[in-house]
């Protein structure tokens, strides 16, 4: 995120301090409500065996840890020794995999890209959020799960600002959010486009998916997210 360019919108559309705890998330993670913690002086860690359900898509799951390790988001492999070392009591989350169904449309113009993935977590949360590779090597992740329970609202709440900016700063009559996919609601007459939306999002560092679009006679833009 560009944290420059959030506090800036947020200033001008007047809506610090009301978002400040996002501004300061962004900064310095948010927190995940896991407390400290360890299971004794003669357990270091817990690391439990993964889900038989990441052996299915096993490929998948190296693809997207290699691209997060790339990416700065995640740190490793290392072993659990190296980590120990480090952070003194660690624990794994197993990895698993849910096969989607079939799609249906969805009422949206584009998603946040990697949604999940955008928002950091607080670095005292890192011992308790890490995962094991299918090497048992262990892999520090530094953003919010999918699924966690405080994941919700560490996307949710810059979601909900990131809503903010855009009907403070565009010609919009609302914008209808679900996750990470969104619905936008303009009169016939107003000039804001897809482009023009992504733009902008693109300016405050939200990385987004644009989507095929069908607009028809009643104005509404049915498309599925990428």
């Known amino acids: ?33 896991i407390p400290t913690h360890n299971l004794g002086n003669k357990i270091p860690y817990f690391a439990p065996p993964n889900h038989q359900s990441a052996l299915m898509a096993r490929e ?32 794994t989350n197993p990895l698993g995999a849910v096969v989607n169904g079939d799609e249906s449309a969805l009422l949206a113009i584009f998603d946040w890209e990697k949604a999940y993935r955008q928002i950091p977590t607080a670095p005292d949360q890192w011992p308790f959020l890490m995962l094991k590779d299918f090497n048992n090597q262990i892999i ?14 560490s996307f949710g709440r810059p979601a909900d600002t990131w809503k903010q900016i855009m009907l403070a700063e565009l010609d919009l009559v609302n914008i209808f959010r679900w996750v990470d996919d969104n ?44």
Do not use: Y
């Open 1 to 33: 995120m560009d944290i420059d360019a959030w506090e800036a919108a947020l200033t001008t559309a007047g809506l610090l301090p009301e978002f400040q705890d996002v501004i300061k998330g962004f900064k310095h993670g948010f927190d995940q409500g």
């Open 60 to 91: 998948k799951i190296e693809e997207s840890i290699n691209k997060e390790i790339q990416a700065g988001r995640m740190f490793g492999p290392f072993h659990s020794e190296q980590v120990w070392d480090r952070f003194s009591f660690f624990r």
């Open 140 to 153: 520090i992740d530094t953003r919010i799960a999918f699924g966690g329970v405080a994941g919700c609202g």
């Open 183 to 226: 619905l936008f609601i303009k009169e016939v007459s107003s000039t804001v486009t897809m482009d023009k939306i992504v733009k902008r999002s693109t300016k405050l560092g939200v990385k987004t998916n644009p989507t095929k679009k069908k607009n028809s006679q009643n104005g509404e833009n049915k498309s599925k997210p990428s």
